[in-house]
């Protein structure tokens, strides 16, 4: 699990023009600790959708918490973004999620596979 999981930290530390959209501070923190540098903004508890200029021209990555409430937010943001034609990248949050087969709940847990 944690070669597959380092390997898809280390291609999305490559990602061109990514925004990374994630539930809370400690998602923030964890990916930092990762080695991270993406604008990441948090998007639990607001109305994100109101301003969506930050988003255009951006490889919108979604990565919200694999628990009840992250896949709901998940599919909540998903959906608004491809409404409004935005195609955000799944990619990662469906690999995270698969590799680390349930054993991570959160984000945040994603720091434990840092240095």
Do not use: C
């Not at 898809?8 to 925004?19: D, F, G, P, T, Y």
């Not at 990916?31 to 998007?43: E, F």
């Not at 943001?77 to 349930?102: C, D, H």
């Amino acid at each position: 699990m944690k070669e597959n999981v380092l390997t898809l930290i280390e291609s999305l530390k490559k990602e061109e023009s990514a925004i990374i959209l994630v539930e809370g501070q400690r998602d923030v923190v964890a990916l930092r600790k990762l080695g991270i540098n993406h604008d990441i903004k948090k998007i639990s508890g607001k109305r994100v959708f109101d301003d969506l200029s930050f988003l255009k021209g951006k490889n919108v990555i979604i990565l919200t918490d694999f628990d009840r409430n992250g896949r709901a937010l998940f599919k909540r943001i998903r959906n608004e973004l491809e409404v409004m034609g935005f195609s955000p990248n799944v990619y990662y949050w469906q690999q995270l999620k698969n590799a680390t087969k349930g054993q991570i709940k959160g984000i945040e847990e994603l720091s434990q596979f840092s240095g």
